[in-house]
C-alpha cells in the first residue's frame, strides 16, 4: 500500500532505449542485464518484462534468482554471490540458474553433489579483491571444475575496480591478467565489463558484456553526462508542494537553522525527505525542479520534507515536484548528496516501490 504523497513511477521505454544503447556500444556482445537489488531500486518484474531483448540477467543472492525464476521469467539468470550451501546449489540447479564459483568452498559443495547439473561462471579476481579466485587460483580451480560432473559449462568472468575512471593505469593491468586467463583456459566465453567500461573500453567487451547502471539512464562515467551518452532516464522520483512560507531576511530553516534568508523570500515544502529515500547528506543548494525552474534545496533534509528556494519560480500548493528523472538527472543530485546514483535508486526504490 502507498501511504507517501512522493511516488515513483518506472519508465519502460526508457529501459528498452537505454538496453540498445548497451547494443550500440557493444554490438558483438550478448547481454546480461544487472537487475539485482531490486534492479537498482527499479522493480525487477517490471524491469524483466522491458528488457525482453537482453540475452540474460544478473540477480545478487540465490533467493533473488529463484524468486524471478519462480515468477515465470524463462531466460538465462546466473547469481552474482553464488552459492553456499547444498541446498541452495540444489535449489538453482533445479531451476537452470547458473552460477557464480569465487571460492574454493563452492567447489567442494559442488563436488558433492555429482546428481546437479548446472553452468557456472568462474571468477578471476584480478584486482578488484571482493569476490573471486586469485589468478594464482585460478588454474587448479579451473581444473577441478573441469573434472566435477556437476559441471556443465563453464565461462569466465571478473570485474573492474575503477572502470568509471577509464585512464586508470589499474584497468588495462585487470584486463590484460583476465584476458591472458581466458587464453591460458582456452576460452573463448567470458565477460569483464560493466556500464563504464562497456561505454569507455570496447577492448573490454569480449562475449558478453553486464550493463547496470546505464540501463537505468545514469551514466557510468566520471566525465560524460547521461544526455551526452543518449541514456533515458527510467525513474521518475516526484512529489509536491505541501506548503509556501513568506520568510522575512535572516530566518533560518529546517534543523539546525542551517540556512539564513539573505532576503524577505518565498520557500517552498516538498512532502519528500529521507523516509522516501531522498538522501539526507544533500547540500544546501542541490536543485529540485518545479515549474520549468531548478530550485535549491535550503538547510537540512528532513524525514518527511525539504524547503526549498523559490526566488525564482511562481509556484503554490499542490504543485508538481520532480526530485530526480527526466527533468533533473539523478547523478547531478547524487553528486550534491556525495554518493553515487546507484544508492539513491535503490534508496527510493526500497522506500517507495
Ligand atoms: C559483478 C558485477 N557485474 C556487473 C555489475 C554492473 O555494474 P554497473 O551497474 O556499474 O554497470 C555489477 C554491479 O555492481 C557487478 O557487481
Sequence with gaps: MHTRIAKISIDAEALQHNLLRVKTFAPNSKVIAVIK???????????????AEADAFALATPNEAICLR???????????QGFSSIEELKALADLDIQVVVHQQSQIDLLEQ??????????????????????????????????????????RLMSH?????DPAHPMNQAQLSAFSQMCDRFGQGDASMANSAALV??????????????????SSPLKDKTADELDLKSVMQFESKLLAVQSLKQGDVIGYGSTWRCPEDMKVGIVAAGYADGYPRHASSGTPVWINKALCPLLGRV??????????????????RVVLWG????????AEHADTISYELLCHAGASLG
Excluded at 573492474?160 to 568509471?164: K, L, P, Q, S
Excluded at 569507455?200 to 539512464?217: F, K, N
Aim: charged fraction near 20%; charge should be negative; glycine fraction near 6%.
Design 326 to 333: 527526466k527533468e533533473l538527472s539523478v547523478d547531478v543530485v
Design 37 to 51: 537489488a531490486n534492479a537498482y531500486g527499479h522493480d525487477v518484474q517490471t524491469v524483466a518484462n522491458a528488457l
Design 200 to 217: 569507455a573500453m570496447p577492448e573490454s567487451h569480449m562475449q558478453w558484456v553486464r550493463p547496470g547502471i546505464m540501463l537505468y539512464g
Design 70 to 80: 519462480q515468477s515465470g521469467v524463462t531466460k538465462p539468470l546466473m547469481v552474482l
Design 160 to 164: 573492474f575496480a575503477n572502470a568509471d
Design 302 to 319: 528532513s524525514m518527511d520534507s525539504i524547503c526549498v528556494d523559490l526566488r525564482a519560480v511562481k509556484a503554490d500548493i499542490d504543485e
Design 113 to 154: 553433489c555429482p546428481d546437479v547439473k548446472l553452468d557456472l561462471w568462474l571468477k578471476i579476481d584480478t584486482g578488484m579483491h571482493r569476490l573471486g579466485m586469485s589468478v594464482e587460483m585460478a588454474e587448479s580451480a579451473h581444473q577441478r571444475l573441469q573434472a566435477c560432473e556437476s559441471v556443465n559449462y563453464i
